[in-house]
Structure formats: structure tokens, C-alpha cells
């Protein structure tokens, strides 16, 4: 508790504390109504990870990761054993009315909705690991049952919801008009589990969380797998991705009239990430930690940035909008 209750270093970094519900934080550190998670998903070391936070660290004492399905057998024990979840199940339907929450964590975010439909309509709050899906318009159709079921569901970069992107954006207030960004990042354009989608959004979720939502044309340049992209937004900001080959990491870069700097986080995260606490609180109170039409502004992005890694053209953002 200490590391939380020093994490803010400079007085402007007082945004990324606002972020988190204050119930949240205390809810965290005391006894609360017990919450059952399960999850679909095993193949990458998220489910271990969550294993970790509820049920060895008990970082949330009431909750418990308790069933997860796995792509494969060996998958799911390993993440049993590495989590400590107590329950495998051989197909996802056997934890309906087992569990009061669900996360859907494939590595292919074509499998996302999919795996979540049948939970949503049956009133289970549900997070989707990121990127929320493969497509807008299959995502369009998924919000508005949710929104139609008044199940609440969420999606997002555990980068882009984060106490240190809430504080870069905060500083961009004082730095005055910002002329063009350059964004870094780990991403494969080949990759098998859906090139730009694949670590992309960590990427574009923090740069439209940061800049806007209004980026119009997408460009990308290949050089094999990497590359690099440039966006253009309607308010007339100019942003460049460079997609690494090796280097692992996240940076963000602005000119501002007087100066290019590296746009660097003045905290430290909380002992319970935001990323954690916000998707804990929107399963206990129904509170969503972003909007509908931003989960799926992403994925718009995202979609148009993997038609312009085919042809290397200008590719127009076409925007599913959502009418509530």
C-alpha cells in the first residue's frame, strides 16, 4: 500500500489518481461479496498472469479466477498450475451459472465475440482482451446486444488504460500545440494471429486515447513484416507508427513549435494497475471504463491499417457508428 500511496511524483500527475474509483482501491485492499471469473483462453500468458493477481497474490481478496478453457489441454493446466485455477472445463457453456464474470483472452481477436455472445446475452459482465474483435461491423453488432441485454462489457490495452498514459495526456494540455507524434512499438505485420491486429492496438488505443479519435486516412509502408505508418487526423495532427523488428517497448514522441520531445509518464503505476481495478469495478457496479463507440473507433483504425498493409495506399477509416 505504500508503493500506491507514493506512485504520484510530480503535482500534474494527479490525473492518473482521479482514474481509479476510490471505492475501487479501498474495495481492493478489503473484503468484499466474492466474485467468480472465469475465463476463455490459455494460449498466451495472460490467463497465468490473472491467476496471479486473484488467487496467489489475492490483490482483490473476494475474487477468484476459478474455471478457464483452453485452446489446447496442455494450455489449460499450465495455466491451472502457473494460476492456480482450480477448474478446467472442456467446453466454455459448462461454466454458465458457475461463474459471475467472464474475460475472453485468445490471442486471434477473431475468436473474441464469438466465445462471449452466449455470456453477454445471458447478463454476465464480460472483459475482452484486446483487440476487442477482428472486425467493426461485427463489433457494432455485439455492443448493441450488449447494449440491448444492459450486460456491461469492455475492452482495452492494459498500455492505453494506464495511470502513465492518463498522465502524458494530461501533460499534452501544457505543451501547446502539437504539430505531428511519432509512436513506437512491437508489431508484425505477418503475424498469424492477425498482423496489424496483434499488438497494434497497443499502438493506436494509446495514441487515440492521447490525440483523438478523429484519425481519417491510415498509410502503411512495408518493409517485409515491419514497416512503418502514417495517420491523419481531421483536426489536422500528423502521426507516424514505426513498427520495431526486435526491440520490445512502447515510446511516444512530439514536436511541439519549440521543441521534439519524448513524451514520458511522471508516475509510477499503482500497486494495482488501472488496467485491473477498472475491469474488477465494471464487474461489481456495471460501471463501464470506456465507452462503446471508443472500443470500436480502435478497431475501425485497426481494420484500415491492415487494408493499407495490402496495398500500401492512403486507406480511408470507416466508422461504425453506434446510435446510442
Known sequence: MNNRRKFIKTVGAGVAVSAIAPTVLANSFGEEKKLVIGIIGAENSHSRGYGKVFNIEKKFPGVELKYIWGETDAFAKRSMKEGRIPIQ??????????????????????????????FVKAGIPTFVDKPFCYRAAEGKEFLEMAHKTGTPVTSYSSIAHSAGTLDMKAQLAEMGHINQVVRTGTVDLDSKY?????????????????????????RINRDGQYGNASLKFSSGLFATLIFKRKAYGWQTYVETDKQFVELKSRVEE???????????????????????????????????????????????VKYEKLDF
Do not use: C
Open 89 to 118: 472445463v472442456k467446453d466454455p457453456a459448462e461454466m454458465m451459472g458457475k461463474i459471475d464474470a467472464l474475460i475472453v483472452d485468445h490471442r486471434h481477436a477473431k475468436y473474441h465475440l464469438p466465445a462471449a455472445t452466449p
Open 194 to 218: 492477425g498482423g496489424v491486429f496483434f499488438y497494434g492496438v497497443h499502438l493506436v488505443q494509446p495514441l487515440l486515447e492521447m490525440f483523438g479519435e478523429d484519425v481519417e486516412e491510415v
Open 270 to 316: 499503482p500497486e494495482i494497475p488501472l488496467n485491473d481495478a477498472s475491469m474488477i469495478e465494471m464487474f461489481r457496479t456495471g460501471k463501464l471504463p470506456r465507452t462503446y463507440q471508443s472500443i470500436l473507433n480502435n478497431v475501425s483504425v485497426l481494420e484500415a491499417l491492415e487494408k493499407s498493409a495490402q496495398t500500401e495506399n492512403w486507406t480511408e
